[in-house]
């Protein structure tokens, strides 16, 4: 399993990523297509070859093609609109009112159900440090009805995976850097 290859990568230093990893992996908090496409949607965003190499794989097996591509492409749109909306917030109350002008219609109509989309949204936005984004998609997510605990269960996995990703990376670093 993918996700077993990723504990076995991680340092010793790293043994609460690996049961973070663990433990999340099993949530009851979230469905299976909640939860995998957390898991893809942040693998994606955390930017490490590695980490969304060995998450993809097993997401494809759990996720249908339709959520496996919502997932990515939530982690795409926001990789755009965090750095936007983030821009428009350090910019100030002029650039408020400023159109976007960007396309974003994955978000009208990303192929699963929009909670799903939207807590894979606010996932990639916890990691990409996005304050109005992340605020923004919770809202939307409580309003579809899920719970502070599933949002809180995504952020987890969010955050579990960039933790992840930066062990490994390092160590990567290291062995080369050794070699």
């Known amino acids: 399993m993918s996700v077993d290859n990723l504990k076995n990568a991680l340092p010793e ?15 009851t908090e979230l469905n299976e297509q909640q939860l995998w496409g957390t898991f893809l949607a942040a693998a ?14 097993e997401a494809a ?25 983030r821009a428009k917030s350090f910019l ?5 009112q400023v159109r976007m002008g960007l396309r974003m219609n994955i978000i009208g109509s990303p192929g699963v159900e929009k909670s799903d ?18 605020a923004a998609h919770d809202s ?12 809180w269960e995504a952020v987890k996995v969010a955050a579990t995976l960039q933790g992840v990703a ?6 990567e670093i290291l062995a080369g850097a050794n070699a």
């Open 166 to 171: 930066q062990a490994i990376t390092a160590s």
């Open 92 to 96: 100030g109350d002029e650039y408020t």
């Open 61 to 85: 097996d759990v996720l249908s093609a339709e959520a496996y591509n919502a997932a990515l492409g939530a982690a795409s749109i926001m990789g755009m609109n965090n750095v936007a909306y």
């Open 44 to 57: 994606a965003a955390t930017k490490s070859a590695t980490v969304l190499a060995e998450i993809s794989e």
């Open 117 to 134: 989309f939207e807590l894979w949204s606010l996932a990639v936005s916890t990691i990409n440090g996005c304050h109005d984004c992340t």
């Open 140 to 151: 939307v997510v409580r309003k579809e009805g899920l719970t502070k605990e599933q949002v």
């Open 13 to 27: 230093y790293a043994k609460d990523l690996k049961l973070n990893l663990s433990s999340l992996a099993r949530s």
